[in-house]
Structures are given as structure tokens and as C-alpha cells.
């Protein structure tokens, strides 16, 4: 399996959501909890971690504070511990409707109640003590199961979901993770949802929702029957199995999903490697060997590609390109630059690459022209979901407005075309820019977006005006910024 970051689980950060619709929250004043704000932030988002001991207690700690959810014997409820004492251990108790209850594992009480009354005193369960998981990262991912070390993707021929590829290469390979109901569904690349006896069908059914369960850091889906999703048979079917207790074979990770691309050359041909190590235009389909993992360094921009064959793009001798680096160095990044519909590569030389008359690829062009331009297309994201500084995009209730800073998300259909996005949102109306940067979802007709990746798991949007899409103050989406910085750079 590749090094140098490609496969990077997640560390799974989430929200709890008490019986009023309010997440937990730590405050950096007095290290005092609360459940009082409406939407999930940094503040609202927590990591649990496994008691040091051997028992099944765990530990919640504040993302944001790096201190410890605490409960004295007096029902007193703190997050101010630096290191985990006997006083911050609680056992998680899940509910038949996929929320959790907490309970202090030393004094034997429920943590729950409401605004900025909370405590950690109460002897039955009732409402106030339910809280429901809202996980914090973003959803689309890969999916590996533990127990075979092989990823989960759609497999159209047998339609099903399997968990029998070695890398997670390709759109098939994209999970999405739906929040509905105060549980999950699992939703593959062509938008169906993974239902327990291993069908996928059109709509979020009883069935096709999970209430997620964390053990030693990794995920477990379980069903409403009680029973958990697993990999079944020499193929890795993935449905339900008998067990109603998560094992080694229940368990999977989440890993981040880089973008996977294609690019075409000036001859209309696709880069590829199906011929041998050199990276050269010179096929009419885009299948695997023309796919590549695009990785981009969060310090300097610059960019890798890297091959289904195993290996990066690299500048060897004469300025030839090749797909033979194992690991990241100066000569495997490339910097991009972005020219509308269009992008130039320019390797360590100082060089852009471009296609020689044979097709093969060489850094070798002071200056760029048609052969040095290429059409870069994003193939991993058929769905999109897009998260900025202060939440997701989401309709805005009764618009046809976009909303910038939800904790729950709308999940927008994209289409490709000459180098150009189009976005599709609710009902299938298309995304357009109007008067003063205005963005609505009501388009009849598809109107043009660029996408440019500026850093790792970072996308600018550029509109027809040559603006930017921004969140904001206001909380609504605008095409009216001039950088693609802060503000109009979109986790996607």
C-alpha cells in the first residue's frame, strides 16, 4: 500500500445533539459546558478516545480546548481536565433509536439537561439525557474494512457494495455519508443507498439506516434490527451479518478521499500509463491507467500525481515525465497553473511540460502554448458536498438561496464539460450567478464554474464573472471574491 500520506484515516470528530436540537459545547471561560448552540462549530466538536485501562470506559475530549469531559460525585460537569483523571470516564450506552446515552462510569449517573444546565446526576434516563452522534468531518470518504484491509466500493455488475479492492481507486470508490433521522446512511457514487441485506435502493428507507458506534477508533454501522454491516463471503459482500456485538470483522476506517482527475492533452487524447512507465496522451478512454491521485502539499501549492500502477510522476533525465517514484521528493511535484478551462504544468526545472509529437509527456517548454495546455477533470465526485470556514452549503429553507454556514448538508449532482462544472442542486435546478454576485439554484440551463485546488482537500470556484464563490457574514453563497483564499476556499 502507498506511503506518503495516500491513505490517511480520518480522526473522527463529532457533535452531540441533546433532545432541544442544541450541541454540547466547551467554552474556554471557566471550562464550563453547555447545550445552547443551534449549530455545530468548533467549539461543539469532540473526539472520543479509549480509556488508558482495559476496561470499555472511554474518554470525550473538547477538539477545540484539548481538555477532558469531567463529572464529580456531586453531578458537578467540567471540560477542564488536561490529563484524563478517574472523574472524566463515562461508558456509552446506545439507544434502539441510534442515540447515545452517557453515563459516569466511577459515581454510576447520566450526564444530560439542557442550556447551561447541565449535570451528571440524574438516576433514570429520560429525554434530557439523550444525545444524538452529528459527526464533524466531512462526509465523503473512503471506506476500509479492519478485518480484510481492503476498501468498499460500488460494484455495478453484481449491485452491490464489496469490500475487495486494494486501493481505492476510481469514482466507484466514493462513500458519502448521509445524515437523516439522527442516523446514517451509506450512499454510493450513483447516489443509492446501501440497505442491510446488501441492496441498494433509491431512497433512505428504515433499513438503509445505521446508528454509528465507535470502538478503538473505528467505525461500526448498526442496523435497525441490532444487528452490524460487515463483509460476507469470498467477495466482501457488504450487508448485515449475525452478530450483534462489533468485532474485528464489523470494523472500518474512514480515509480521506484525494481528488482523482484525467487530463487530455492538445490532441485529444488522455494522459495515461497503460503503456509503460513513460506518462504520455495517447489513449480514447479514461479507465484506470488514466486516472490520477492528485496530492496537493498544503505548504507551497505544488502538487503529485500518482498512477493506479503504483508509482508518481516524476522529471527523469532530458525532461521526460515517468510514473516510477516511490516516494515524494522535488522532482514529483509540479505546480499548476490555472488558465480558465485549461491548466500548465510546470516540473522542478522551472519547465512546463508538454506533448511532444509521439504523445509522451516532457518538461521541456519555456513558455505555454496549445501543447502545454491540458484539460484537468475531476472523476470522484459525481456528488459534492462543500463545507467552508463557517458550514456546509445547504438550500436555504423555502429559497432557492444558498445557505454557507449549516451543520447539515445538501448534496449537489456535478456534470463536466471542455473544462468547465455545472452544478446541480434540489429538484434539479442548476446553479447560476445573478445581480451583485448573487448565487441561487434555480437555473433552467447549466452555467459554467471552474474548479481550482488550492490546498490539500481545498477547491476555489471561480463563476462566469471571474469571481470567486465566498461564504460570509450574511451566511449566503456569493460569487464576488477576487482571491481564492479564506473564505472562498470550499473543503469538498
Request: glycine share 10%.
Amino acid at each position: 500500500m502507498p506511503t506518503n500520506g495516500l491513505h490517511q484515516v480520518l480522526k473522527i470528530r463529532f457533535g452531540l445533539v441533546n433532545d432541544a436540537g442544541r450541541y454540547l459545547t466547551a467554552e474556554s471561560f471557566g471550562f464550563k459546558v453547555n447545550a445552547s448552540a443551534p449549530s455545530l462549530k468548533r467549539k461543539q466538536m469532540w473526539v472520543l478516545e479509549p480509556d488508558p485501562g482495559q476496561g470499555s470506559a472511554v474518554l470525550l475530549r473538547s477538539s477545540h480546548l484539548g481538555r477532558y469531559l469531567s463529572a464529580e460525585e456531586d453531578g458537578r460537569v467540567a471540560c477542564e481536565a488536561e490529563r484524563p483523571g478517574r472523574d472524566c470516564r463515562f461508558l456509552v450506552l446506545p439507544q434502539p433509536d441510534g442515540r447515545w446515552v452517557l453515563r459516569s462510569e466511577p459515581h454510576g449517573r447520566f450526564f444530560g439537561g439542557t442550556e447551561d444546565r447541565l449535570s451528571c446526576f440524574a438516576t433514570a434516563i429520560s429525554p434530557a439525557e439523550l444525545w444524538t452522534v452529528h459527526l464533524a468531518i466531512h462526509p465523503q470518504a473512503h471506506l476500509l474494512s479492519v478485518s480484510r484491509r481492503r476498501y468498499v466500493h460500488l460494484c455495478p455488475r453484481e449491485d452491490e457494495m464489496a469490500a475487495d479492492s486494494n486501493t481505492p481507486w476510481g469514482v466507484d470508490a466514493l462513500i458519502t455519508l448521509i445524515f437523516q433521522n439522527r442516523q446514517y446512511c451509506l450512499k454510493s457514487c450513483d447516489s443509492r443507498y446501501l440497505r442491510s441485506d446488501g441492496r441498494l435502493v433509491w431512497e433512505p428507507e428504515a433499513s438503509a439506516r445505521y446508528t454509528l458506534e465507535f470502538k478503538a477508533g473505528k467505525l461500526a454501522f448498526k442496523d435497525c434490527d441490532g444487528r452490524y454491516l460487515a463483509p460476507a463471503g469470498p467477495a466482501g459482500s457488504l450487508r448485515a451479518g449475525r452478530n450483534t456485538r462489533p468485532g474485528k470483522d464489523e470494523l472500518f476506517d474512514l480515509e480521506e478521499s484525494h481528488p482523482q482527475v484525467v487530463l487530455l492533452a492538445a490532441n485529444r487524447r488522455y494522459v495515461s500509463v497503460r503503456q509503460g512507465v513513460n506518462v504520455s496522451a495517447n489513449q480514447d478512454e479514461e479507465l484506470h491507467h488514466e486516472t490520477f491521485l492528485m496530492q496537493i502539499d498544503g505548504d507551497t501549492g505544488k502538487c503529485t500525481f500518482y498512477s493506479s500502477t503504483g508509482g508518481y510522476w516524476t522529471l527523469v533525465a532530458h525532461g521526460g515525465i515517468q510514473a516510477t517514484a516511490t516516494q515524494v521528493s522535488a522532482n514529483t511535484m509540479f505546480e499548476v497553473e490555472w488558465r480558465g478551462r485549461r491548466v500548465a504544468l510546470k516540473a522542478s526545472n522551472g519547465r512546463y511540460v508538454c506533448m511532444k509529437k509521439n504523445g509522451q509527456l516532457a518538461a521541456v517548454s519555456d513558455f505555454v502554448g496549445e501543447d502545454e495546455e491540458f484539460i484537468l477533470k475531476l472523476i470522484n465526485r459525481p456528488i459534492l458536498v462543500l463545507r467552508g470556514l463557517d458550514g456546509f452549503v445547504c438550500h436555504r429553507r423555502g429559497s432557492n438561496q444558498l445557505d454557507t454556514n449549516r451543520s447539515v448538508y445538501d448534496v449537489f449532482h456535478l456534470s463536466f464539460s471542455d473544462g468547465a462544472y455545472q452544478i446541480r442542486g434540489r429538484g434539479g435546478g442548476f446553479w447560476n450567478t445573478g445581480s451583485h454576485g448573487s448565487v441561487r439554484s434555480d437555473g433552467e440551463r447549466p452555467e459554467d464554474f471552474l474548479f481550482e485546488f488550492r490546498g490539500r482537500g481545498r477547491l476555489a470556484i471561480r463563476a462566469r464573472g471571474g469571481k470567486y464563490l465566498r461564504g460570509g457574514a450574511s451566511g449566503l453563497l456569493r460569487a464576488d471574491a477576487d482571491a481564492p483564499a479564506g473564505l472562498a476556499l470550499w473543503e469538498y
